[in-house]
């Protein structure tokens, strides 16, 4: 059981829209910044999303991140095949003092 | 750029001891204000933050696991290892290792946390 909570999956066609929402608790997403990633089958996760809202360097503005209170949203445009994956929230939880993740989102392109 | 490439046994009998090493390429242990991490993933499973080693050497273990792990570095190696002892099968997972940053903000009391670049991974089974 993950301290996130994130939807099982998630799907849209190509070129349009997906949001995933990652929801927490105060001790968690609440007092503390969100950073996201994804997942490809078979390969690590990729930082795309740190600090709530920000991107690395070289991650394409289709992806964008938000933060309200204690859920945070990350939200994906003009979907591509490519998008097909398994994306993660995390945080830091001020009261089990560890870092968090929610259970993963598996994104489908129909 | 920065790359971590982890190593070790791929399978480990119960009861025994769990040794991964992470060599870093392209940048130094020692530099900048990092946390070298470890987090592992069972099959199908979410992600699981294991502990982290500071870049001056301090250590911090996820709680449910304090008991069994130890993370160090070695400098001179460029590297930083994970022991996870008296390992049972519920410890089979893929095994990444990552550079996290990890910072209080004063302006929004709240701690800034990412990991950046991880490890390719490497899958460790515990079975006899």
């Keep these: 059981q993950s301290v996130l909570t ?3 999956s998630v799907s849209a066609a190509p070129g349009q829209k997906v949001t995933i929402s990652c929801s927490g608790s105060i001790s968690n997403i609440g007092n503390n910044f969100v950073s996201w990633y994804r997942q490809l089958p078979g390969t690590a996760p990729k930082l795309l999303i740190y600090d709530n809202t920000k991107r690395p360097s070289g991650i394409p503005d289709r992806f964008s991140g938000s933060k ?4 945070a949203t990350l939200g994906i445009t003009g979907l591509q095949t490519g998008d097909e994956a398994d994306y993660y929230c995390g945080t830091w939880d001020d009261s089990l ?5 929610g259970g993963g989102t598996k994104v489908t392109v129909l | 750029q920065v790359q971590l490439q982890e190593s070790g046994p791929g399978l480990v009998k119960p009861s025994q001891t769990l040794s991964l090493a992470c060599t870093v390429s392209g940048g130094s242990i020692s530099s900048g204000s990092y946390f070298w991490t470890w ?3 069972p099959a199908g499973k979410g ?3 294991i502990g982290r080693i500071y870049t001056g050497g301090t250590t911090y273990y996820n709680p449910s696991l304090k008991s069994r792990v130890t993370i160090s570095a070695d400098t001179s190696k460029n590297q930083f290892s994970l022991k996870l002892t008296s390992v049972t099968a519920a410890d089979t997972a893929v095994y990444f290792c990552a550079r996290g940053t990890f910072e209080y903000n ?7 946390n990412w990991f950046d670049p991880w490890g390719q991974g490497t899958l460790v089974t515990v079975s006899s």
């Design chain 1, 68 to 71: 309200s209170d204690t859920s």
């Design chain 1, 97 to 101: 003092s560890v870092g968090v993740f």
């Design chain 2, 106 to 112: 004063d302006f929004w009391s709240g701690y800034r």
């Design chain 2, 47 to 49: 992600l699981e933050w």
């Design chain 2, 39 to 41: 987090i592992r993933q």
């Design chain 1, 6 to 8: 994130q939807p099982p």
